[in-house]
């Protein structure tokens, strides 16, 4: 059973105009196509309790991408180009995501889900990279992912998954990792040094990747990867039930 967050946002669909949950259909595709049981996440209103009760009955986490993670979040002066706050969303995830890393439980983070999960282990983002790193190459606009190579770690939890070395990935992305968060190790780099991946430091397994995996339908070794944590992580807590 695989947890996806969702977004929250006004929504279109015959004569409604609503603000409505979704989740492009790619993520719970890749989710479904590597064995696993994808579970849909919107916001809750009390999010520390609904994230204790929804985790009990979870295997895995993915936080998807969306929106900025609103900057008051690592004290940084938010930036013109910064999106609304999606406090709702923000306050969601991480509890989550810290109620996860409690646990144990497996987790993938992907793009924004990334950016969250460096800012609550005490990071900070680069809120616009064209300023940051002079180039608007990680996202052209238009809804067209731009592919972007990044250099995988030999070693690393990432390269076990899909190689070390030279990578080809979807981007679309304005911000990025510019402190990287305590108990974060970078795994995957692009030629201008910004950090496109890491993992945990510790025991527990967490990969987080900038660009959206999703987008490849021919590849879904991240997915694939997480539900097979996420199965032996339900069989150790089946095994301790038991116990």
């Known amino acids: ?31 479904t196509a590597s ?16 994230a204790a009760a929804v985790l009990a009955g979870l295997d895995g986490l993915i936080l998807t991408g969306g929106l900025d993670v609103q900057p008051e979040l690592y004290s940084a002066e938010r930036h013109p180009l910064t999106d609304p706050a999606r ?29 969250l999960v460096n800012v609550a282990k005490g990071g900070t983002l680069h809120q616009h990279l064209p300023e940051a790193l002079g180039t608007d190459r990680f996202r052209i606009g238009g809804g067209v992912f731009a592919t972007n190579t990044v250099e995988i770690d ?3 939890r990432l390269a076990g998954l899909i190689g070390p ?36 430091d510790g025991e527990g397994y967490l990969v987080g990747v900038q660009w959206h995996p999703e987008e490849n339908a021919a590849d879904r070794r991240l997915f694939a990867g997480l539900v097979a944590e996420a199965a032996a992580f339900a069989h150790e807590r089946t095994q301790g039930v038991h116990a």
């Open 87 to 115: 406090p709702d969303r923000d306050a969601w995830e991480l509890a989550l995501f810290a109620g996860a890393e409690e646990r144990r439980m497996p987790v993938l983070a992907i793009c924004r889900g990334l950016q």
């Open 35 to 50: 064995g696993g049981i994808a579970v849909l996440l919107p916001p809750q209103p009390a999010p520390d309790d609904a």
């Open 154 to 156: 030999e070693g690393s």
């Open 165 to 200: 070395g030279d990578f080809d990935v979807h981007s679309y992305h304005h911000q990025g990792i510019d402190r990287l968060g305590e108990g974060l190790v970078a795994t995957a780099r692009t030629d201008d040094g910004l950090v496109q991946a890491f993992e945990s």
């Open 1 to 31: 059973m695989i947890g996806l967050t969702t977004y929250l946002e006004q929504a279109k669909q015959g004569v409604w105009d609503v603000r409505a949950a979704f989740l492009p259909q790619q993520y719970f595709d890749a989710v």
